[in-house]
């Protein structure tokens, strides 16, 4: 369990290094920008536009990893690690090789995305038709 546990606290360290770098970077490129006289290239904002959501998403993926990461840690402590927090089953070893912060047997996961979907499948049918009647 040692190994795990320096892995899981390695990962940890990466990540929030890699949170870091991203905010220091952020927080450049909201520094005020000297005026440039607009010459129309609207192209160029979109795509800066676009960079930031990418920045954005990537980040909050990372704040995730953190938290599941965190997770693991608690659950090594506890003597909970491996274990499924659905069924209660052994999670595989090569499942926890890949993935050592995840919570759930595979089979566990599967139903959990399956689920997602459906639900997912559900609001888009009843979404779309409440903003028809206004």
């Known amino acids: 369990m040692n190994g795990i546990r320096e892995r899981l ?3 940890l360290l990466t990540v929030v290094s890699r949170l870091r770098r991203m905010d220091s970077a952020v927080a450049l490129e909201e520094l ?4 440039i ?3 129309g290239d609207d192209f160029s904002e979109v795509q800066e536009l676009e960079r930031r ?15 599941r990461l965190q997770a693991a840690l608690d659950r090594l ?22 993935l050592p912060e995840v919570q759930t047997c595979v089979r566990c996961q599967d139903r959990i995305e399956r689920l997602g979907r459906r639900l997912e499948a559900v609001e888009a049918e009843f979404g779309g038709g409440e903003d028809d009647e206004d």
């Open 77 to 98: 402590r506890d003597g909970e690690y491996g274990t499924c927090v659905e069924c209660g089953e052994d999670i595989a070893p090569a499942r926890l090789r890949v």
């Open 53 to 67: 959501e990418i920045g954005f998403a990537t980040r909050e993926l990372l704040i995730e990893r953190v938290h």
């Open 9 to 11: 606290e390695q990962d």
């Open 37 to 39: 006289a607009a010459d």
């Open 32 to 35: 005020p920008a000297p005026v």
